[in-house]
């Protein structure tokens, strides 16, 4: 039985309407829907009648379209499915509809090989394997790459119908970057997918430039009371044509992009080309060198990743940098991996040592990024003292986000799962800002203000900074960790400690006794490592020797709160 447009819109619409659970549906509530539903397919008022919201739903209790579906009525007025996980489209499709379909597919296919149609191709294949499976009740003969997890295909109908109506939209959208979403009006031209994701092209105002927004964060879709406005300049044929992907800087130039892949894989690129501009440059032994015009984008770099060690960037040398260096983050994140082994091993040393090193907890990724926020902080505050910093979490909160990281909180909550800041310096020692330190053991915290305590011992107050010697309780449960932001050698003045010398708190002479009888250990850390250390440690360091500087992050640790109404300077939760 034939059903035309409108009939199929109000069956979806009620269908959609009854299996909403969460509230009552009498005949006239259906009817606003229905007309609601046709308003927004039509772009104009729809009369609908009872009669004909009453005839639909016997055409769908019937088995005339193939739904049998089990509409009862309740109280007398309100309408429901009996079997709550019914709907229309999980309905077999009729004989007579596959008869239809089939129809259709052998038209289309008339029609494959006409250049106007070579997008269709593999459409008219899918249609036609869909109705093969659905008439033989066979497997299916063709499996195209779906993904049905991926989140907002249920807006592209939508979106589709409103760039064929030129009616600008209310988009609720959140990126993946922002912390909340936002609402705005949208100018939508073109819908675009790439690798199985869908994009939604247009702009915001007039005065704005080209935009696409992932259908994936798409929260919420209407028209808006805005009038629609068109871009002249936008061609959607030729937007496209120097990308690969959905990334467009229009004022941005192509570059010839030349890359070298290995015999192993060069059949694949030269099957698949990554552009249509691509070339064959070279062949040799070895493999085959390619040329393509593109602009350098995000979507470009992640094709090429996506080879590995199987292609090579020769030119431009931009991207080649940008490349190298993603694959070094990457061997990275795998190098900055430890083990439950390790993280009990570090934490036994450091209780019956005083100290351990663990390398590679940052990634260099990380360090860059610290040193760089670091610097720029000591450049536009030229009062600081940059060799010996204090409360530098305090000044710089923006190093939060990258010291406390995964390894950092496994690290710490292996020590002490209680534990909470007292203390963050940054040293900088270099051939400028030159010093040794003699042999001692840290004893001194920092204190928002002096309270008079018991057990506490030795105030002091330098430029705003008090400081006192708590009791040896206190001292015994507090850790450091230093983190390494260069490598440190003992040529750059790396710490020297004494192992097992953190037991007590010792007086001058028994310091002279100890490390006169002892051989220190250099604790020489690489650039992204940390070293923990018992402030009762006996340490010490020599000046730098090199032209290279020694760049460290020194944290402090416990979990025995102050008495007496004394608070850390720095306590901060972790």
């Known amino acids: 039985m034939a059903v035309n447009k409108n009939a199929l819109i109000r069956y979806k619409t009620i269908d959609k309407c009854l299996q909403n659970k969460f509230r009552q549906w009498t005949l006239n509530d259906l009817i606003e829907a229905v007309s609601d539903a046709l308003y927004e397919y039509e772009g104009k008022d729809v009369d609908v009648s009872k009669r004909t919201v009453q005839l639909d739903l016997q055409m769908m209790r019937s088995d005339k379209l193939g739904y049998n579906a089990p509409i009862v009525v309740y109280d007398r007025k309100y309408y429901k499915y009996e079997d709550e996980d019914y709907s229309i489209t999980n309905s077999p499709i009729s004989n007579q509809d596959l008869t239809k379909l089939s129809e259709a597919v052998s038209f289309l296919k008339q029609f494959q090989g006409f250049s106007h ?6 459409m008219v294949q899918k249609l036609e394997d869909h109705v093969y499976t659905q008439k033989t009740q066979e497997k299916s003969l063709i499996d195209f790459e779906k993904n049905n997890n991926l989140k907002g295909l249920e807006f592209l109908d939508k979106l589709y119908q409103f760039i064929l109506k030129k009616q600008t939209i209310d988009i609720t959208y959140q990126s993946f970057k922002a912390r909340q979403e936002s609402t705005f009006a949208f100018h939508p031209y073109l819908l675009k997918e790439f690798r199985n994701r869908w994009f939604i092209i247009g702009k915001r105002n007039k005065n704005e430039g080209i935009m696409n927004l992932a259908l994936d964060r798409i929260i919420a879709v209407k028209k808006s009371s ?14 496209y044509e120097n990308v690969i992907g959905v990334s467009v800087s229009p ?3 192509t570059e010839n992009v030349v890359f070298y892949v290995n015999h192993k894989h060069a059949p694949y690129v030269v099957t698949k080309p990554f552009h249509k501009s691509q070339k064959v ?3 040799d032994n070895y493999g085959v060198m390619f040329s393509m015009q593109v602009q350098l984008n995000f979507e470009l770099e992640k094709e090429i990743l996506g080879l590995g060690e199987s292609i090579k960037i020769i030119a431009p040398e931009r991207l080649k940098r940008n490349i190298k260096e993603r694959l070094y983050d990457a061997i990275d994140t795998y190098e900055t991996e430890i083990s439950d082994k390790n993280l009990k091993t570090i934490a036994k040393r450091l209780e019956y040592k005083g100290f351990g090193i663990l390398n590679q907890i940052y990634t260099k990724r990380d360090i860059r990024k610290l040193k760089a926020r670091v610097e720029n902080y000591i450049k536009n505050n030229s009062n600081e003292q940059a060799f010996g910093m204090r409360e530098v979490l305090k000044k710089m909160p923006e190093l939060k986000d990258i010291l406390f990281n995964k390894n950092f ?4 909550k292996t020590i002490d799962k209680n534990v909470f800041l007292t203390k963050a ?13 003699t042999w001692h053991q840290d004893v001194p915290i920092n204190v928002l203000k002096k309270i008079d305590t018991k057990g506490f011992s030795s105030w002091t107050n330098k430029k705003g900074v008090i400081s006192v010697c708590p009791p040896e309780t206190i001292s015994k449960n507090t850790f450091a960790m230093r983190i390494h932001l260069d490598d440190t050698t003992v040529k750059n003045g790396a710490l020297k400690v004494i192992p097992g010398s953190h037991n007590k708190r010792l007086n001058d002479q028994e310091i002279k006794l100890i490390t006169s009888n002892s051989i220190p250990f250099v604790s020489e850390v690489g650039s992204g490592g940390v070293q923990l250390l018992k402030p009762l440690l006996l340490h010490a360091s020599s000046e730098t020797t090199v032209q290279r500087r020694r760049r460290v992050l020194h944290l402090e640790f416990s979990s025995i709160e102050l008495p007496n109404g004394l608070e850390y300077a720095e306590h901060e939760n972790l």
């Open 117 to 122: 149609f070579t997008e269709l191709g593999s």
């Open 409 to 412: 909180k496994k690290l710490i």
């Open 281 to 283: 440059i070279e062949r």
């Open 251 to 253: 004022n941005m130039d």
């Open 226 to 239: 805005k009038p629609y406005v068109i871009d002249q300049s936008f061609d959607s044929n030729n937007y």
């Open 425 to 437: 310096i940054y040293f900088d020692k270099s051939p400028t800002d030159n010093w040794y330190v």
